[in-house]
């Protein structure tokens, strides 16, 4: 109990330091009362709205089941958005979705919703199956919305966008822009067997997939989730919740992991376990975050995750030396971290050694030239698969609900 409580006391001065650069609002969000989270994306302000706007987003399945239902958020609106028109079906090609899958949503009852600022709402169950792998496409309408518009910019999936409302239409030929965001939608879930979970992998650019191959789905929760298919564990789904430039302390490219915790993590439906990816940003960040200021970071976060019945797996930071802002004094504290992850495995559930995985045998602070995606920070594709690789699937198959 001493160690949490200094845990917490010293994440005090941390937070309010972070509130003090950007204010988060506060998230409003419910989980629905059952189902698993098979596709997410993290959420943050990502620029201005455009009335009579329509979004045909593409989204990748996870874990397979029925009655899907999707989540939409004004998580960083700052006023009501109305969305008058949602549907969702399956991609044939391109914005052409397959005959006869296009499918009306509702919330309530009501085949129209106006989110206030800073809540999110889920859409009632479209009955019937969502396999695993599935290309989901959700398609929405905004008739008058204006001011900061919630969503997710760097998808690396190809999306499509119209003015006015087509949402109805499974032609593509009335979608002729291309996006590579993500509007509105931050979540789809599934109802599965009871048992069955799904892990969220909390973290930065790394998670979230730069520098791998846009529309093939190879960021490595992507691979991870391909793997845990064929796993006889019942920890099926994996939602990727990372945001390029994130922190785990301050605030900046999005809150940071401490501020969206809950909203991004803890209220998603089905969650068996956290798997916390993240501190380079806060290090090459140069702004005097110690080795201590990164463990108790970590520490809030499990003792909030475990509170909530998740479990946790915890990596080390990778190499990224040859990266602009590495230096000498980031590498000391990278290392120092590294240490007592590896050390104090008992604080987590699990540990997956990431740093290992990606380094150079020839220089430990550098990645191996064969998984570096081109700026030494960022893994390839080949990296991406090795990371998801070398996730040990049954460390994700625990609860403690």
Same mark, same amino acid.
Not at 110 to 119: F, I, Q, R, Y
């Given at each position: ?88 079906? /399956? ?48 398609? /929405? ?226 990645? /191996? ?33």
């Amino acid at each position: 109990m001493r160690r949490r409580t200094a845990r917490r006391t010293r994440l005090i001065a941390v937070t309010v330091v972070a509130a003090v650069c950007q204010a988060t609002p506060a998230p409003a969000a419910v989980g629905p009362p059952d189902g698993v989270i098979t596709w997410g994306a993290s959420a943050y302000r990502i620029g201005e709205s455009v009335a009579d706007r329509g979004y045909r987003m593409v989204v990748h399945t996870s874990v397979g089941g029925r009655d899907p239902r999707i989540r939409l958020s004004n998580a960083f609106g700052d006023r009501p958005v109305t969305f008058d028109s949602v549907y969702a079906g /399956l991609q044939l090609k391109g914005a052409q979705l397959a005959r006869g899958s296009n499918r009306r949503l509702t919330f309530d009852g009501s085949s129209s919703v106006t989110l206030e600022p800073g809540s999110t709402v889920y859409s009632d169950p479209v009955p019937g199956p969502l396999a695993a792998g599935s290309n989901l496409v959700v398609s /929405l309408h905004t008739p008058d919305a204006a001011g900061p518009v919630t969503g997710h910019s760097m998808a690396l999936q190809t999306s499509y966008a119209t003015q006015g409302d087509h949402t109805a239409e499974e032609s593509g030929a009335n979608w002729p822009d291309t996006v590579g965001s993500w509007f509105y939608l931050d979540n789809v879930s599934v109802r599965t067997a009871a048992a069955t979970g799904s892990v969220i992998a909390l973290g930065d650019s790394i998670t979230d997939g730069w520098q791998s191959t846009g529309d093939l789905n190879r960021r490595w929760p992507d691979y991870l989730a391909r793997r845990l298919q064929k796993a006889h564990i019942t920890v099926k789904g994996v939602a990727d919740e990372g945001i390029s430039g994130n922190k785990v302390l301050a605030d900046g490219a999005g809150p940071s992991a401490l501020n969206r915790l809950d909203r991004d993590v803890l209220s998603q439906p089905g969650v068996h376990t956290v798997f916390l990816f993240e501190g380079v940003n806060d290090l090459k960040a140069h702004s005097g975050v110690t080795a201590q200021d990164l463990i108790h970071g970590y520490g809030e976060i499990v003792d909030r995750a475990h509170d909530a019945g998740r479990c946790v797996v915890v990596s080390t930071i990778a190499p990224f030396k040859g990266w602009p802002e590495w230096d000498p004094a980031a590498e000391t504290v990278r290392q120092e971290v590294n240490t007592y992850i590896r050390t104090h495995s008992d604080e987590f559930d699990a540990v997956t050694d990431f740093d290992h995985i990606l380094r150079s045998p020839y220089d430990h602070e550098r990645m /191996l030239p064969f998984f570096d995606g081109g700026d030494h920070i960022h893994p390839n594709d080949k990296g991406m698969q090795a990371m998801a690789d070398a996730v040990d699937v049954n460390s994700l198959d625990c609860a403690r609900n």
